[in-house]
């Protein structure tokens, strides 16, 4: 398989920091095109740059209208932690992923791919699957909305919901974009040293983060060690690759399901 994205427009969110910067980086020196968007300036060079608040449908709305087709790859890299209100985190992770892929997939031809960034923080979606699918039955943003202001115990922390949320919402879109040949498929890292990392530590704590990595390859991951993963899922050349949440989290998912993880180990 050929590692170059020679040529090819690619768009991706979160792009000042973390996963998203490290993405865009990758793109550029590959050869992409690269759009990049968040509320933040981004430093990557080599890279258009839209601000954009995916909070807002408002704001996403006039993004999409500055992105001149066709897109090729879409990396929805942008989230925010749990130190923000639940609806807030709902509002980015969620709502502003889905109203900005909905928004640009008509400009997206066939061939073209979608990749998404979850979490293991959504592996639980099985439990939850009934109010999941109740949230992304709604139509459009403000409805959506609606459903999480009237939902507060659904929503927790919003964080692990929103995540559970977007492992759904891949399975679901898949079925409905490859009709028109269009791929998608989603990454849930581990724990990663991102700048949000300290916001986890301040409502997950340490010692859970520090366990978990602990428990898989002993060490948490890098935002660049997740970008191989994204590149893969939306390569051309992934033609049978689609409804995938590739996990990625150093075996930790692995030794868990098998009852592998030690837990006389966890601090609490």
């Known amino acids: 398989m050929s590692s170059s994205y020679e040529g090819l427009h690619t768009v ?40 954009v608040d995916l909070g807002d449908p408002a704001a996403i709305d006039k ?3 500055s992105i001149d087709g066709p897109v090729d790859a879409l990396f929805n890299v942008a989230g925010v932690p749990q130190t923000r209100p639940p609806v807030d985190v ?21 061939g073209s791919a979608i990749a998404n960034v979850a979490s293991i923080a959504g592996n639980q979606w099985p439990e939850h699957l009934t109010k999941i699918t109740e949230l992304l039955d709604t139509d459009g943003f403000a409805e959506a909305l609606a459903w999480c202001e009237a939902h507060p115990e659904d929503l927790g922390d919003g964080y692990f919901f929103s995540k559970e949320c977007v492992v759904v919402y891949t399975f679901r879109l898949s079925k409905r974009a490859i009709a028109k040949g269009v791929r998608v498929n989603s990454v849930s890292p ?79």
């Open 90 to 110: 709902m509002r980015v992770n969620l709502l502003g992923l889905r109203h900005f892929t909905e928004a640009l997939l008509p400009s997206m031809p066939a």
């Open 63 to 65: 993004a999409v209208a």
């Open 12 to 51: 991706v969110t979160g792009a000042a920091s973390g996963i998203g910067a490290a993405t865009c980086a990758r793109l550029a020196k590959q050869g992409a095109r690269v759009t990049a968007l968040d509320v933040r300036p981004v430093a990557t060079e080599a890279v258009q740059f839209l601000e």
């Open 190 to 268: 581990g724990p990663v040293e991102s700048p949000m990392m300290p916001d986890f530590r301040a409502t997950i704590g340490s010692a859970t983060l520090e366990w978990t990595a602990g428990q898989a390859i002993g060490r948490m991951a890098e935002p660049h060690e997740m970008v191989p993963p994204l590149l893969f899922l939306n390569h051309p050349e992934s033609t049978y690759v689609n409804g995938l949440n590739l996990v990625a989290d150093g075996g930790f998912t692995a030794a868990f399901n098998l009852g592998e993880v030690d837990f006389s180990t966890l601090a609490v």
